[in-house]
């Protein structure tokens, strides 16, 4: 089955400056990725996602990059708030259940 | 996007009882699975829910601990059985079709003493 890493496991950065997570995938079917964004006590929520027909795509101050050579795909968040601070999960799928990162706690500091 | 009800959001259960979480969507989807999510940890996923026939299960999950029904395409259940302390975590229901974003429920979050 598919397996999913994902680095760092925390991050801090300063307001303004910018966060990358990174993570890679082993199964090579996968084609659907997306990256979501949990706050303390509340659900995942989807903040962006990406196919493997395409190789980057891009959501206001969001970005993923998706390598499928490498398997890897990377959140970029630019111009960081505090109100990014949160835990962020990639996931990636051939096309049925998700599979899950292990997750990065991001805090951005004002 | 599709709505995900889930109920109860929060219960507290005596060791050796059991605990049946509902899942309820606003429209009919093709997948819905069930994950636990334990403090400060990802998402480990339970099982697919199967609409008219058995879940298929994870490994190290099994369907006599945690049984699962599917009787249409919005409503699914998951029961926890024979509780133990180490089944206190947070269960999410989620939702979608394929190749596309997975919607989440609220969560229940299951204390057991």
């Known amino acids: 089955g598919e397996n999913v890493e994902q680095h760092p496991s925390t991050l801090s950065v300063q307001e303004g400056d910018s966060a990358v997570i990174k993570c890679t995938y082993s199964?090579?079917?996968?084609?659907?990725f997306p990256w979501y964004k949990q706050e303390l006590g509340k659900r995942p929520q989807l903040i962006i996602d990406?196919?493997?027909?395409?190789g980057e795509k891009k959501d206001q101050r969001i970005a993923v990059t998706l390598n499928k050579t490498a398997k890897h795909f990377s959140l970029h968040i630019t111009e960081t708030q505090p109100e990014d601070s949160a835990v962020y999960f990639c996931?990636?799928?051939?096309?049925?259940?998700?599979?899950f990162g292990s997750g990065t706690q991001l805090t951005v500091l004002p | 996007s599709a709505v995900i009800s889930q109920k109860p959001s929060r219960d507290i259960c005596q060791r050796g009882t059991s605990l049946t979480i509902q899942c309820q969507v606003d429209?009919?989807?093709?997948?819905m699975f069930w994950y636990r999510q334990q403090p400060g940890q990802s998402l480990t996923l339970i099982a697919t829910?199967?609409?008219?026939?058995?879940?298929?299960?994870e490994s190290g999950f099994v369907i006599d601990k945690f049984p699962i029904s599917r009787p249409n395409l919005t409503f699914s259940t998951l029961t926890v059985s024979n509780l133990s302390p180490e089944d206190s975590s947070i269960y999410l229901c989620?939702?979608?079709?394929?190749?596309?974003?997975?919607?989440f429920g609220q969560g229940t979050r299951l204390t057991v003493v």
């Open positions: 989620s939702a979608g079709d394929r190749n596309t974003e997975a919607f």
């Open positions: 199964d090579s079917a996968s084609n659907y």
């Open positions: 990406i196919r493997s027909n395409v």
């Open positions: 996931a990636a799928t051939p096309g049925r259940q998700l599979t």
């Open positions: 429209s009919q989807v093709t997948m």
């Open positions: 829910a199967n609409q008219g026939s058995e879940a298929t299960y």
